[in-house]
C-alpha cells in the first residue's frame, strides 16, 4: 500500500469524526437555543410542519392541482378533504404543491435580502471613508422609496410575473433597513480588542470582516433572515391576490385570487379561501414566533418572565411606599 493510499485512510475517519462533532454542536446549540424557550418551539414547530407537508405533498394526495377532479365548489369531504374550486380542482393538492411556490418566494427573497444587508452593512460600517460614504447614500435612496407603491409599480410594469421574479423583486427592494442595522452593530465591534489585536497582527480587511465580525452578527442576520421571510410572504400573496402574478402558476396568493375572482365568498365556498389564508396564517405565525424567540434569546431582558419580574418587583415597590404612607 502506497503512502498516499495509507494517508487517505487514515484521514477518512477524522472526517468522519469532524462531521460527527458538527452534528453534534449543531444539535447542543438548537438545544440551548429552545430550552426554556417556549415562542421558539411554538414556532418552529408549525413552520417546519407546513414546510414537511408541502414537500411530501406526492405522498399526501395523488390529485394533479391543475386538473378538474370534480364539480366546482364542492364542500369538504371524505374524497375531497379541502373541497374544490370554482373550476373543481382540489383544495387539497393546491395548497401543498402551492405551498412550496409561496414557501420558496419567500425564502429566497429572504435569502437575497441578507446577503445585500449584510455585504453593504458590513462592508461600509468596517470600511469607513469615502466607501462608508458612497454605501451609505445608495442605501439612503432606496430606503425612502415607498416600498409596497414600488413594488406594485415594478410588477404591474413587467407584466404577469412569475415566482422568481416576485422574490427577486422582493429581495432587491427590501435590504436596506437591514444594511442600515449591519452597519451600525458593525461600527460597534470594529472598536473591540479583538478587531484591534487582529488588525495589528496584519490580517487582511476580508478576513476580519469573514472571520471576526460577521460571526458575531449570526441572531442578528437569522431575525433578519426570518423578519425577512415573513414580510416576503405576506408580499408575494399580497401581488398575487391583487392580479400581479403569473395566475396559471398555483401559489397560495394565485389561490385567494382565482377565489376571489369567482366569487367564492359570495357562494358560500369558505374552503376556497378560508384553506390557504389559514396557511398563510400559520407560516406568518409561527415565522413571527421564531422571530420574537430570537430578540429574546440575543437580549435577556425581553423574555416574558424578565417582564414578570420586573412587574413584580414594580409592585412590591409600589406596596412598600403605600405602607409607608399609611403609617
Same mark, same amino acid.
Given at each position: ?7 487517505? !485512510? ?5 472526517? &468522519?469524526? $469532524?462531521?460527527?462533532?458538527?452534528? %453534534?454542536?449543531?444539535?447542543? @446549540? ?8 417556549? =415562542? ?8 417546519? @410542519? ?13 390529485? $394533479?392541482?391543475? +386538473? ?9 369531504? /371524505? ?7 370554482? =373550476? ?11 405551498? +412550496? ?30 466607501? $462608508? ?7 439612503? #435612496? ?17 407584466? &404577469?410575473?412569475?415566482?422568481? !421574479? ?23 465591534? +470594529? ?6 489585536? /487582529? ?6 480587511? *476580508? ?5 471576526? #465580525?460577521?460571526?458575531?452578527? !449570526? ?6 433572515? #426570518? ?5 416576503? !410572504? ?5 401581488? &398575487? ?10 401559489? *397560495? ?28 396564517? @400559520? ?11 430570537? $430578540? ?20 412590591? &415597590?409600589?406596596? =412598600?411606599?403605600? %405602607?409607608?404612607?399609611?403609617?
Amino acid at each position: 500500500m502506497s503512502h498516499l493510499d495509507q494517508t487517505e !485512510i487514515e484521514s477518512k475517519p477524522n472526517r &468522519e469524526n $469532524d462531521a460527527m462533532s458538527a452534528v %453534534k454542536k449543531f444539535i447542543a @446549540t438548537a438545544g440551548r437555543f429552545f430550552r426554556g424557550n417556549p =415562542a421558539g418551539i411554538i414556532g418552529a414547530t408549525l413552520v417546519s @410542519t407546513v414546510i414537511i407537508a408541502c414537500l411530501a405533498a406526492p405522498l399526501l394526495t395523488d390529485k $394533479d392541482p391543475n +386538473r378538474r377532479v370534480a364539480r366546482g365548489h364542492q364542500p369538504p369531504s /371524505a374524497e375531497l378533504w379541502f373541497g374544490s374550486t370554482r =373550476a373543481g380542482k382540489d383544495v387539497f393538492s393546491q395548497v401543498l404543491y402551492g405551498g +412550496r411556490v409561496s414557501l420558496v418566494v419567500a425564502f429566497s427573497a429572504a435569502l437575497t435580502t441578507t446577503i445585500l444587508a449584510l455585504l453593504v452593512g458590513v462592508t461600509s460600517g468596517y470600511m469607513g471613508g469615502k466607501v $462608508d460614504e458612497v454605501m451609505m447614500a445608495v442605501t439612503n #435612496i432606496f430606503l425612502v422609496l415607498p416600498q409596497l407603491p414600488l413594488l406594485i409599480i415594478l410588477a404591474a410594469f413587467l407584466g &404577469e410575473v412569475g415566482p422568481l !421574479i416576485i422574490a427577486l423583486i422582493i429581495g432587491f427592494t427590501s435590504w436596506p433597513w437591514g444594511a442600515r442595522v449591519m452597519r451600525s452593530q458593525t461600527l460597534v465591534l +470594529r472598536r473591540k480588542e479583538f478587531i484591534t489585536s /487582529a488588525e495589528v497582527m496584519g490580517e487582511s480587511k *476580508w478576513r476580519i470582516i469573514v472571520i471576526e #465580525i460577521i460571526p458575531n452578527l !449570526i441572531s442578528l442576520v437569522a431575525g433578519m433572515f #426570518i423578519g425577512t421571510a415573513l414580510y416576503a !410572504i405576506g408580499m408575494q400573496v399580497t401581488l &398575487e391576490f391583487l392580479g400581479l402574478g403569473d395566475a396559471s402558476v398555483v401559489s *397560495w396568493g394565485t389561490m385567494l385570487y382565482w377565489a376571489q375572482a369567482t366569487a367564492a365568498l359570495y357562494v358560500g365556498a369558505w374552503w376556497d379561501f378560508i384553506i390557504p389564508g389559514l396557511f398563510v396564517a @400559520t407560516v406568518g405565525g409561527g415565522l413571527a414566533l421564531l422571530n420574537m424567540s430570537i $430578540d429574546q434569546v440575543s437580549n435577556p431582558k425581553l423574555r416574558t418572565g424578565s417582564y414578570i419580574k420586573i412587574w413584580k418587583r414594580m409592585k412590591a &415597590e409600589v406596596d =412598600a411606599k403605600r %405602607k409607608v404612607a399609611k403609617s
